[in-house]
DNA sequence: AGATATTAGTTTGATTTGTAACTAACAACA
DNA sequence: TGTTGTTAGTTACAAATCAAACTAATATCT
């Protein structure tokens, strides 16, 4: 490749980074507005409403989010009511966090919402195209 | 698709996001550590070197970004002595932004490092994933 | 000319994130 | 039992981001 063709658009990390700009902007409005949520609090619901409970740490690491930001989520979805955390008598430096009702309701509005925007965003491309779009990624993140 | 298929994985705004902070770590770390630049910082450096002088505004349009972070990352790139400003004296609105010696070096330098780290990055994939990812992560771009 | 609207870019204050230090509970081992 | 280490989670402070208000220069319209 000569330099004249290597532009910012096709260099991996600044073209990955534009299009998940481009995409987050309309499920996120959605969240926020709907639910005054930020991006960590909709990931933590989620892996609570689609894994079951789990401690801080579970979701750390399912979600590849730092503790502190975990941390953070869970006190403002505490503060919603969204769910509820309970100490284990094993060992209580772990809580236990599950989902209200109402967080339940919220997750599950939230996941068929963004099925349904995935979906929108997947008439763009062709099922070759979706399929190694989803292999890139999930590769990428391996990394 | 069945509920059970979909995933966090499988959401496009989240593999995206994924995808991009796992790419932008190596490299941010080479244009933080040797030139104490944020990633904002390299994006005006790097659309100033690639495409010659021009006004804020230009990189704003270009760039997709928005005029403040424009704004804070040219102050910065000016107290490094990476670049220099000049008003137009037809509109004095308008300053054009030029590299200054120093700055087309970094350039020079981060250039190379990028070509070389996207180079990298490529090796995972075949001719053809590489080719369909690029021309998906410009559709979605454009969305 | 004078009033009003635009435009380029900056500043400010509130929100969000990142880093590192901290607390509390438990484990291991002398 | 006491000392040292580890782990789960929180807090505090600094750095970064966002939105909105602001300044200064120019354009437009009367």
Redesign the pocket.
């Known amino acids: 490749m000569t330099d004249d063709d290597f532009d910012l658009s096709r260099f991996l990390p600044y073209a990955l980074n534009q299009a998940a700009e481009a995409t987050s902007i309309g499920f996120q409005g959605y969240y926020r507005q709907r639910y005054g949520m ?3 609090e909709w990931r933590v619901l989620f892996h609570l409403g689609r894994y079951g409970a789990m ?4 979701i ?1 690491e399912r979600a590849s989010l ?7 989520a ?2 403002a979805l505490e503060q919603k009511r969204f769910l509820v ?1 309970t100490t284990q008598e ?6 236990t966090l599950s989902l209200t009702r109402q967080g339940e309701g919220v997750y599950a509005d939230l996941f068929q919402a963004a099925k349904a925007y995935d979906a929108k965003l997947s008439e763009n491309f062709s099922e070759t195209e979706r399929e190694i779009l989803n292999r890139c990624l999930e590769k990428i993140s391996k990394l």
Not at 55 to 58: F, S
Not at 66 to 72: A, I
Not at 90 to 95: A, V
């Open positions: 930020l991006r960590t401690t801080a740490k579970g750390c730092h503790k502190t930001k975990v941390s953070r869970v006190h955390r094993r060992d209580r430096r772990h809580e």
